[in-house]
């Protein structure tokens, strides 16, 4: 066995963001620097060596040499057999799946989830720990320690393994199985959902959808769920191809970028039922005839309605939401009489909630929605959990939300993004913001009255880890409230994040337009933060 110890130097940028580390092709491109990150990764872990590792991607534009490489860098590092998804294909719920089921150590996922690929695109790598989900922040900073004084990694010398099929392979004293990429997980959606009434809901004609994979991960999932086993017609799941640079698009699941998607569910025909996943499968959109659900809004649904699913009938522990998703969800929480937890943005805050069974179900606003049986969101499975609902309710997308908005209020929700502005006058927003909030409390503008303002710090239940300066909240008497965050994902300038969100309960009010809703307290949030002096634009690039 051939093992080569390489000289290098650390590079000052492996930080890893909200989600692992993302950063342009050409970054991880450059030499060493893939090898340096994936050797901290080794190197800031204990007691792997012979154990089992899981690795696949979202099969963008460096997806497969990456694999080759941490391959062959398992190997020289002691692991003892690594799993690997057919054609590097593994979508992140996926792979969560097949880390928890095979009881894995740990596995590595590339992937830079929504944000575009190809060769001038985004590429990214993210570790998750044994129980299925990203790692926590005690192991990303270990491993950013790693990555500031490391000075060798090792790699195998060998030829690459084919990965185009399923197969078993050594490199070096290491396995390699190269597995099915679907298998487990649809085993793993056939044990929680009601399939063979969804099948029959499907066939009965009546029902027509539209899934739209955006020529990302979840193209063979969606294929191999919905027309294989629940038998929706041919045709049901579009750009299911997985492709490197994503067609040119923007894998990402909203109104704006799943634009095709939107047409057609707005069109005068329109199917009953449709959605969207983004480049790795953990996100997803739901909308009904002409209808669509706020992320948030499809979270407090579910939890509303989870005993109609077989693997939820007994009851949730609770819930979890991210602080800047809407508080539609706390309301059925309190309704059940069950924990409703608020968490910082990233779906790692859930993991040890889920693990102490704290919380059943999670979400985020940024289209993301899961539960306890993986410890990552899943796209695919919001949308069987959707489809679960309309089998047995047999009613529209519109209707189920409405009748939800009559019984607990409806929360408008909107979150608008500046992306790619420049990162200092961004700081200094969020900097001068921070000045203010301790005064605030009591403040009036116009009718709003401030209950309270402060930079959101989380203690975690479980472990009592405290992460803080997650994001500027201000809280209004009516309810109403305004979040500011700069993301922590984007991978050029600054993209700085604006959540607006106000309570109605009453109904004769809640056809209003959102944005029109929402009018008074996004003129507040550019009063209070001056928006537009520090990002230099007249208007967010995004609003979802
Ligand atoms: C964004 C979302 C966040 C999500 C993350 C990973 O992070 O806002 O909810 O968990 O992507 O998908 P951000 O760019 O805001 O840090
Ligand atoms: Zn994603």
Redesign the pocket.
């Known amino acids: 066995m051939n093992i080569r110890n390489i000289k290098t130097t650390p590079f000052t940028d492996q930080k890893p963001?909200?989600?692992g580390l993302r950063k342009p092709v050409t970054v991880f491109q450059k030499p060493h620097y893939l090898e340096n990150f994936v050797q901290s990764i080794f190197d800031s872990l204990e007691g792997y060596q012979g154990e089992t590792f899981v690795v696949g991607g979202d099969g963008r534009y460096y997806n497969r040499q990456a694999i080759q490489i941490i391959l062959k860098m398992a190997a020289a590092n002691g692991v003892g057999k690594i799993l690997v998804g057919s054609e590097g294909i593994l979508s992140t719920p996926a792979a969560s799946c097949i880390i928890r089921k095979e009881g894995a150590f740990g596995g590595i996922i590339l992937s830079a989830?929504h944000n575009p690929g190809g060769p001038e695109g985004d590429f990214g790598i993210k570790y998750n720990i044994g129980n299925g989900g990203p790692a926590p922040e005690k192991v990303t900073s270990a491993i950013f320690e790693q990555t500031k004084v490391i000075d060798t990694y090792k790699i195998l010398e060998a030829a690459d393994i084919n990965i185009d099929r399923p197969g078993s392979f050594k490199l070096g004293d290491m396995s390699v199985e190269v597995i099915d990429s679907v298998e487990s997980y649809l085993e793993l959606m056939d044990s929680l959902f009601d399939f063979d009434r969804i099948k029959e809901f499907i066939a009965s004609g009546s029902f027509e959808m539209c899934i739209d994979s955006l020529h990302a991960v979840t193209g063979p999932y969606a294929r191999a769920i919905f027309e294989k086993r629940l038998g929706a017609k041919e045709g049901t799941v579009k750009n299911g191809t997985p492709l490197e640079d994503f067609g040119g698009g923007h894998p990402d699941p909203n109104l704006v970028y799943a634009k095709d998607l939107v047409e057609i569910m707005f069109s005068e025909n329109a199917p009953n039922f449709g959605a969207a996943s983004d480049g790795d499968g953990?996100?997803n959109m739901i909308l009904g005839n002409n209808f669509f659900v706020t992320p948030s809004d499809s979270l407090a649904v579910i939890t509303a309605n989870a005993k109609l699913v077989p693997g939820y009938k007994d009851g949730l522990a609770g819930v979890a939401r991210?602080m800047p998703t809407s508080a539609a969800v706390d309301k059925v929480a309190a309704k059940l009489g069950i924990d409703c937890y608020e968490t910082p943005?990233?779906?790692k805050f859930f993991g040890n909630l889920l693990d102490a069974n704290k919380a059943t179900l999670c979400g985020?606003e940024?289209f993301?929605t899961g539960s306890n049986h993986i410890r990552e969101k899943d796209g695919l499975w919001a949308v069987l959990f959707w489809l679960n609902i309309l089998a047995v309710r047999q009613e529209s997308v519109e209707d189920i939300v409405k009748q939800h908005w009559q019984t607990y209020g409806r929360n408008f929700y909107s979150r608008h993004d500046y992306e790619e502005v420049d990162k200092d006058p961004a700081n200094e927003l969020m900097d001068r913001l921070r000045s203010m909030v301790g005064e605030m409390k009591g403040k009036e503008y116009g009718n709003y009255t401030v209950e309270y303002a402060d930079d959101f710090s989380y203690t975690d239940p479980v472990d009592g880890s405290v992460s803080s300066k997650q994001g500027i909240r201000i809280g209004f008497t009516d309810g109403s409230r305004i979040v500011f965050?700069l993301?922590?994902?984007?991978t050029k300038g600054a993209?700085l994040?604006l959540y607006l969100e106000s309570y109605e309960p009453d109904a004769s009010k809640h056809d209003r337009d959102t944005q029109e809703a929402l009018s008074d307290l996004i003129a507040l949030a550019e009063e209070i933060a001056q928006i537009k002096k520090f990002t230099d634009r007249d208007a967010p690039t995004v609003i979802t």
């Open positions: 963001g909200t989600s989830s953990d996100r991210s943005t990233g779906w985020e940024s993301g965050r993301s922590g994902t984007g993209t994040r």
